[in-house]
Nanobody
């Protein structure tokens, strides 16, 4: 299984970015997907997750109302739309594939991870 994340970059505070994660190697639509991030000197933290159907989504409190996770099963792709970005959102963002059809905030329930994409928000 391979997960390829892209879409990161440098953006000013208040701006937007859309991250994309393309999956290959297994039936994408059978599995939940998640986004996590890791800032310098901090532990990896949960950002958002979506179940196999796309009908159920979960967000970390600080991104609720600003970030939106979605998926296109026909394209084996999951997205993270990030709006109203602030310096606190600066981190490497990782997409991950869940062990099952659900979704979770717990990193250990994901068994495949992408390489990460850097998001830098300048204040």
């Amino acid at each position: 299984v391979q997960l390829q994340a892209c879409g990161g970059g440098l953006v000013q505070a208040g701006g937007s970015l859309r991250l994309t994660c393309a999956a290959s190697g297994r039936t994408f639509s059978y599995y939940g997907m998640g986004w996590f991030r890791q800032a310098p000197g901090k532990e990896r933290e949960f950002v958002a997750a979506i179940d196999w159907s796309g009908r159920n989504t979960y967000y970390e409190d600080s991104v609720k109302g600003r970030f939106t996770i979605s998926r296109e099963n026909a394209k084996n792709t999951v997205y993270l739309q990030m709006n109203s970005l602030s310096a606190e959102d600066t981190a490497v963002y990782y997409c991950a594939s869940h062990t099952g059809f659900g979704a979770s905030m717990v990193a250990t329930t994901y068994n495949y991870w992408g390489q990460g994409t850097q998001v830098t928000v300048s204040s």
